[in-house]
């Protein structure tokens, strides 16, 4: 029902827009989480939108470089990387959440779906 893309291979520096395109739903009812997890690493939560795009929330990590956005008329959502790093390399995901809660970046799920690949070269 949500699908992310927009990945690719980027230079240090560098920058990438991702997409989440959410299918048999009403991007107005949900807040988007973007969620990433690297190579032998922890899945961790990247940034949380409310639907009317109030709230944005980041991780640390990424605070400054990322900036979310939505387009609720087109059901997507955007990701967009700048400042990229070589630690930024993962699959990035998206899901749907009711609300952009406090503890937000503790989502768990047992379908994350296909997620996106980036990979940031030194």
């Known amino acids: 029902q949500l699908q992310a893309f927009g990945g690719g291979l980027v230079q240090t520096g560098g920058s990438l827009r991702l997409s989440c395109k959410v299918f048999g739903l009403s991007l107005d009812n949900y807040a988007i989480g973007w969620f990433r997890q690297a190579p032998g690493k922890e899945r961790e939560g990247v940034s949380c939108?409310?639907?009317?795009?109030?709230?944005?929330y980041y991780a640390r990590s990424v605070k400054g470089r990322f900036t979310s956005s939505r387009d609720n008329a087109k059901n997507t959502v955007y990701l967009q990387m700048d400042s990229l790093k070589p630690e930024d390399t993962a699959v990035y995901y998206c899901?749907?959440?009711?609300?952009?809660?406090?503890?937000?970046?503790?989502?768990?799920?047992?379908?994350w779906g296909q997620g996106t690949l980036v990979t940031v070269s030194s």
């Open positions: 899901v749907a959440l009711a609300f952009c809660s406090n503890t937000w970046y503790t989502y768990n799920s047992d379908d």
């Open positions: 939108i409310s639907t009317n795009s109030g709230t944005r």
